[in-house]
């Protein structure tokens, strides 16, 4: 088990604006928003025969919910280039989905204030389940246009590795 090492001076919990998403081994581009991390564990129940009054409850299986990010639309293909692993529209009869690299593992680093890698996680075997190439248009609205992909993942983990950093004076 990893040991967690406590910034005394550190009161302020970390605030949700600051974050990077990695995979690839590259940060990807003008990510605005993320989704929550979210793990549940189904609860079996069962009861034994001579005792009818009382069910007894134990873990079943994890469920990881999906993890939505966000971005203002540019000219950076990554959200679409990994999209279109999953199904790619004329690529050909069984061809469709690119089995040896439609999957990819992530890390979503949070910040603090002065920019610090604070925590990280690692989120395994993500694959897009949801991709949204461009949102409604509005001639009257005034706002960025922005597009989305939805992964689908198999478990995350926080990076152990990634100590609380001690801040600048």
């Not at 974050?19 to 590259?26: A, S």
């Amino acid at each position: 088990m990893a040991q967690f090492v406590v910034n005394t001076h550190r009161f302020d919990p970390y605030k949700n604006f600051k974050f990077r998403v990695r995979w690839d081994g590259r940060y990807v581009a003008g990510v605005s928003k993320v989704s929550a991390l979210k793990r549940s564990i189904e609860v079996v129940e069962h009861r034994e025969g001579g005792d009818p009054s009382l069910s007894r409850k134990s873990p079943g299986r994890a469920k990881f919910e999906p993890i939505t990010l966000e971005r203002g639309v540019t000219h950076d293909p990554e959200f679409e280039q990994w999209a279109n692993l999953v199904w790619n529209f004329g690529a050909g009869l069984g061809a469709e989905v690119a089995l040896r690299s439609f999957r990819k593992d992530i890390a979503i680093e949070l910040q603090n204030e002065a920019g610090q890698v604070a925590l990280a996680y690692r989120v395994y075997r993500c694959w897009v389940s949801e991709f949204q190439s461009l949102p409604d248009l509005d001639a009257n609205a005034n706002a960025v246009a922005i597009q989305m992909i939805r992964l689908e993942n198999e478990g995350w983990e926080r990076d152990v590795d990634v100590v609380e950093p001690s801040e600048p004076g």
